[in-house]
């Protein structure tokens, strides 16, 4: 099985849930504690073995283009004042020589139309997407969990969790062949059904591994929901042939494409961090029931 060595990360979206915030930065420089979103899913691929990082951006997006870049002024700077924590926190930021591309989405068509725009570099290998707004928290990373599981059984592979059946409205929800341990082999994928009609309660969340004959499927795929080209149906469409399986991954996933699971998610990693649990913990006690803040 070929290694997955190329990655998408889908980071045009205007993340209009969080303005006015980002009206000037991209939704995906928004900060868990002292890291930006993206650079917790630059984080988990690199740890899955991933090589080169595609961006599929959009106009506006400076800064999460500039946040990869080397900062030699700030560098200089933190290396004269002899602050080496500083500069050690800025070694992730740092991609090798070319191991970064960054394309434009001149329209917000979907997650569909927005992987196509990678076709020419992703070649004929399988490849990862991972959405930044999904941070799952986990002693391994996600997608290390399911490359490690893709090598032994192929085609297209998507991350899932168990929720509870009144929320399935709210995910593409799996339809289950079969199960064993953490995999189900899907007979395809559902969006958004109703809990009466969901197949499963098995939501897909923003990891996939797939294989480059997705691109033959988005060729010819027609808009559906809103209009847009969506990656599920692609995957749907494809089932037969390359099949598809989902991989429910130890950890735990935070939506933070929303306020209430972005703000979750600080207070999560905050409590997890050595430096900031205790005091941190003792803090969120102490306000339980005793503050009230103007909106």
Do not use: W
């Not at 933190?78 to 500083?86: F, S």
């Not at 020419?120 to 991972?130: D, T």
């Not at 059984?153 to 593409?172: K, L, W």
């Amino acid at each position: 099985m070929t290694h997955v060595r190329k990655a998408i990360f889908p980071v045009a979206g205007m993340g209009t849930r969080f303005l006015p915030a980002t009206k000037s930065v991209p939704k995906e420089m928004l900060t868990l504690v002292d890291r930006p979103l993206i650079q917790y899913a630059v984080d988990e691929a690199r740890e899955a073995g991933i090589e080169e990082f595609i961006f599929v951006s959009a106009a506006g997006k400076g800064a999460l283009e500039d946040y990869f870049d080397t900062a030699a002024a700030l560098e200089h700077q933190l290396a004269a004042k002899g602050k080496t924590d500083a500069l050690a926190a800025l070694e992730r930021t740092r991609m090798p020589e070319g191991a970064l591309t960054i394309l434009r989405q001149a329209q917000p068509l979907g997650l569909g139309h927005a992987v196509r725009q990678a076709k020419r570099l992703i070649g004929n290998e399988p490849f990862a997407v991972l959405l930044p707004d999904d941070v799952i928290a986990g002693d391994t990373g996600a997608l290390k969990q399911m490359v490690d599981a893709h090598a032994k059984v192929g085609g297209h592979m998507v991350a899932t969790m168990d929720v509870p059946r009144e929320a399935t409205r709210s995910y593409g929800v799996l339809d289950v062949a079969n199960e064993f341990g953490r995999l189900s082999h899907a007979k395809g994928m559902v969006e958004k059904p109703t809990p009466e009609t969901a197949p499963s309660t098995k939501a897909v969340v923003g990891r996939y591994i797939l294989c480059p004959s997705i691109f033959d499927r988005l060729d010819t795929l027609v808009p559906g929901a809103g209009g847009e080209l969506q990656l599920t149906d692609a995957i749907n469409a494809d089932v037969e042939a390359a099949g598809v399986t989902g991989y429910r991954f130890a950890g735990e996933r935070f939506d933070c494409g929303s306020v209430q699971g972005f703000v979750q998610a600080t207070a999560a990693f905050a409590l997890a961090r050595a430096e900031l649990g205790g005091d941190f913990a003792a803090f969120l006690a102490s306000c339980v029931g005793q503050h009230s803040f103007a909106a």
